[in-house]
């Protein structure tokens, strides 16, 4: 690592911003950081003016995270490379459907021995039926190491500093310190894990239980029916990660990452909102996206999306009944009303005794 470690968020929606608040504040308290932190502002015009100008100007993003100051040493940056280049940590924050694209961006113009930290919840697919973390996309594309970051955090509350926990998964242990240093704060509290793959699997398929969770909501089948959901939806992704992420710790579902990211997500989360109204307003999710969230985007759809295309080549959509459900009832192959139909008899019920 530098002298002076040089930071940039890649990335300035609603949880970009939000970590932009902690993330500046640390690099201008401690020494170990260099103070100036840029971050890569997707440009757009917000009544006439450029949003890196609103931001410069009056350090808030009006769009993303309206009534929260950033830090004035977070700097809004339009030109990714132009943010990225003196990076010791590249801090990625994006929707994950951009990701691909933002790496062939940065490709060759960082410097050599940056490290990454992904706060990216989603999937990739990968050629041959499977499906990428996003993480391995970062390493893999621009040859550097990279963390993880998932917990309980919806952004708005942690731009609010209400006090929650998140997880770092991060395999190299060396790099542990600098990456809490730069992320914990008195209300924002970080517990490192090695268990990195773990971590950033709870991340991406929370979302889509979201999803669930919102139909019950909409279907108004009270909160045990949410509890069942959310259960099963646990013991699908602790599945999940048996199956194709093998070695991974069950411990891991006990840190923020799982059953507390799981919980914020299926009560307070945008995917809960859209596929409750998904279900409320017979509008389809893209255009209650447009509608409800002001350009934010949903993962949930989408990483069901990705998840079932791993799931359908393997022939494994019936041991993840919950998951297959809920991906055909956003892409309109099922009823909402049909998601209790199909998990009914989940492979869960059928323990023997
Ligand atoms: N918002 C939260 O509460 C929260 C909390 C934890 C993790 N996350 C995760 O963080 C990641 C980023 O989420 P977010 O909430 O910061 O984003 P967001 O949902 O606010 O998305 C909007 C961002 O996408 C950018 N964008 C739009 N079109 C683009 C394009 N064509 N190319 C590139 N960028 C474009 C916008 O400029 C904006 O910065 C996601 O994976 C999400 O799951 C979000
Ligand atoms: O608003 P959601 O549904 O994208 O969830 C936000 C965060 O991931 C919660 O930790």
Known sequence: MAEKVNVC???????????????????????????????????????????TEIINETHENVKYLKGHKLPTNVVAVPDLVEAAKNADILI???????????????????KPNAIAISLIKGFDKAEGGGID????????????PCAVLMGAN????????????????????????????????????????????????????????????????????????????????L?????FVDVFYPGSKLSTFFESCGVADLITTCY??????????FVTSGKTIEDLEKEMLNGQKLQGPPTAEE???????KGLEDKFPLFTAIHKICTNQLKPKDLIDCIRNHPEHMQTL
């Open 307 to 313: 998840v079932n295309y791993m799931l359908k080549n």
């Open 92 to 110: 990625f924050v994006v929707p994950h459907q951009f990701i691909p694209n933002f790496c062939k961006q940065l490709l060759g113009k960082i």
């Open 154 to 233: 919806l952004a708005n509350e942690v731009a609010e500093g209400n006090f929650c926990e998140t997880t770092i998964g991060c395999t190299d242990k060396k790099y542990g310190k600098v990456l809490r240093d730069l992320f914990q704060a008195n209300h924002f509290r970080v517990v490192v894990v090695e268990d990195a793959d773990a971590v950033e699997v709870c991340g991406a398929l929370k979302n889509i239980v979201a999803c669930g969770a919102g139909f019950v909501d909409g279907l108004k089948l009270g909160d045990n029916t949410k509890a069942a959901v959310i259960r099963l939806g």
């Open 9 to 51: 968020i890649v990335g300035s929606g609603n949880w970009g911003s939000a970590i932009a608040k902690i993330v500046g504040a640390n690099a201008a308290a401690l020494p170990e950081f260099e103070e100036r932190v840029t971050m890569f502002v997707y440009e757009e015009m917000i009544d006439g003016k450029k949003l």
């Open 133 to 144: 973390l996003i993480s391995h996309i970062i390493t893999r594309h621009l040859k550097i």
């Open 235 to 239: 013991m699908e992704m602790i599945r």
């Open 268 to 277: 307070g989360g945008r995917n809960r909102r859209v596929s409750e109204a």
